[in-house]
């Protein structure tokens, strides 16, 4: 009895296993191709992101104003949030005043990359200089100017001097703008217009106050022209001739 059960009990076994064989060979299959799929899937994703660098510009801040360093901080954050939105990073650098030789490893001091732009925050306008406008001027294609009594007037105007650090992120965006856009980058709407009134200090301190897709587009070619001249410039140094 022993015996004929064991065989009873084989045959049972090899049957199951028959009959399970095909879907577990399929599951190996789809599983297979599953963890294939989802390899490539992070190949594909690893690929796009070595092809495509986040577009980024180092901005060298030169402050001339009595702003304290935790206003200018507010403003800086501001303005990376609008930049940020278009599709460009930003690295903010503080330059200290005159730039002491004390600093040895100052990299304020450092040769401009193409990819820096300096930024000089100062009171008000200086006479007789035809780039004033209202916000600062831009003259391309690195420095940007602001008039730090712009935002103050602005907002003392709206009995809440606590809005300055956003109003003067605000006018940085909109300034730095004109480095990547061109002196003509103004538009009808959007942190561009030439003239802002109650209406887009509402907008900027609600955060609408941004650059229109089409400006953003712009804006990020063109920081892909600088780090390509960056990179460019980066290999020749590299590379050099090996004299014979």
């Known amino acids: 009895m022993k015996i004929k059960n064991t065989k009873q009990h084989s045959t049972a076994v090899e049957d199951f296993r028959n009959r399970r064989s095909p879907w577990l060979r399929l599951s190996v299959r789809v599983i297979v191709g599953s963890l294939g799929i989802i390899s490539l899937a ?8 070595a092809q495509e660098p986040t577009l980024t510009i180092r901005v060298r801040v030169d402050n001339y104003t009595s702003a304290s360093s935790t206003a ?46 300096v930024l000089r925050v100062v009171s008000k306008p200086t006479k007789n200089k035809f780039q004033d406008t209202v916000f600062g001027f831009a003259v391309q294609p690195v420095l ?14 709206d ?20 480095l990547l856009l061109g ?25 609408a106050l941004l650059f ?9 070619a063109e920081a892909r022209i600088r780090m390509s001249s960056e990179a460019a410039s980066l290999r020749s140094q590299l590379v050099r001739p090996v004299d014979n």
Do not use: N
């Open 72 to 117: 200018l901080a507010r403003a800086e954050r501001e303005a990376y949030r609008i930049l940020d939105a278009a599709g460009l990073r930003t690295v903010w650098l503080e330059c200290p005043k005159g730039h002491s030789p004390a600093f040895s490893q100052d990299p304020c001091r450092d040769p401009l990359e193409a990819s820096d732009v």
């Open 144 to 157: 940007a100017t602001v008039y730090y009594e712009y935002p103050v007037r602005l907002a003392k105007s």
């Open 42 to 49: 992070f190949t594909g994703a690893h690929f796009t992101c």
């Open 212 to 220: 229109t897709p089409v400006q953003s587009k712009h804006i990020q």
């Open 159 to 178: 009995d809440a001097e606590f809005e300055v650090p956003v109003i003067l992120g605000c006018v940085i965006a909109h300034e730095i703008g004109h």
């Open 183 to 207: 002196p003509d980058g103004h538009s009808d709407s959007g942190i561009m217009q030439p003239r802002w009134e109650r209406k887009q200090v509402r907008q900027a301190l609600t955060g």
